[in-house]
């Protein structure tokens, strides 16, 4: 995936209210970037990092630039727009990059399902096989390269870990896809040490059936995307 129109580049000053950080571009001037990521962003929002966003030409923004690259002063990326997650494991399963989901032919985004009335990120289908939902995780969560998920707690990761399991008792397949959009992560573990109870969840998920891998993404200010299976610690 191509950032296009090329990002531009700022230096951060701050992120504030959740969704919006200040910023200061090479010319001098201040702006402010819609941030499109709802965790902590722990080691993503250092004041004096680099940070690459895009432009909106939408009339109607009241924001029209997003933030989303970080580029920390040790010269790691990170993609802190959680929406680019979604869109480069699609484009890894549309040109069957990702070795445990070829073999699909179909394949569906935002499809309703359970019942705690969740929406599945993406479900395959073929013939001859079960139907294959499949819920992406961005990971940018980074302690001395141990990637780990959630950066906060997260009620809705554990609705969808409940979900994912009763998918499995039906009979169907269920993958919990970590993508991880940090350049220093070698691999993923829940986070214990943030919400104890998402990661009793993920380990009972994966001992009822469902399968969890994960997927590192090669990131710069020009595009990302899924390149290599990184190893999913749960213990």
């Not at 549309?94 to 073999?103: K, Q």
């Not at 479900?123 to 940018?140: F, G, H, P, R, W």
């Not at 039906?170 to 919990?176: C, F, I, S, Y």
Request: net charge negative.
């Amino acid at each position: 995936m191509e950032f296009s129109p090329p990002l531009q580049q700022a230096t951060l000053i701050k992120r504030y209210k959740r969704f919006l950080a200040d910023v200061i571009t090479p010319s001098g001037e201040e702006l402010t970037l819609h941030c499109p990521n709802t965790g902590a962003m722990t080691g993503c929002a250092t004041p004096g990092d680099t940070v690459w966003y895009s432009t909106s030409d939408s009339p109607t923004r009241k924001y029209p630039h997003t933030w989303e690259i970080t580029q920390t002063q040790n010269g790691e990326f990170i993609c802190v727009n959680t929406l680019r997650a979604n869109a480069v494991v699609k484009e890894a399963l549309s040109s069957e990059s990702i070795l445990e989901l070829m073999g699909y032919t179909t394949i569906k985004s935002e499809v309703k399902y359970g019942a705690e009335r969740s929406r599945i990120d993406f479900m395959l289908q073929a013939d001859c096989k079960v139907n294959c939902y499949i819920e992406v995780k961005s990971v940018t969560l980074s302690e001395q390269g141990n990637g780990y998920f959630p950066d906060a707690v997260s009620l809705r990761g554990q609705k969808h870990l409940r979900e994912l399991m009763n998918v499995v008792m039906q009979g169907e397949r269920a993958v919990l896809l970590f993508a991880v959009l940090h350049s220093a992560i070698t691999q993923v573990s829940p986070a214990r040490h943030i919400d104890a109870k998402y990661a009793q969840l993920l380990c009972e998920a994966q001992q009822s059936g469902v399968e969890v891998i994960a997927y590192k993404a090669e990131l710069s200010d020009k595009g990302l995307s899924l390149i290599s299976p990184l190893p999913v610690c749960l213990i």
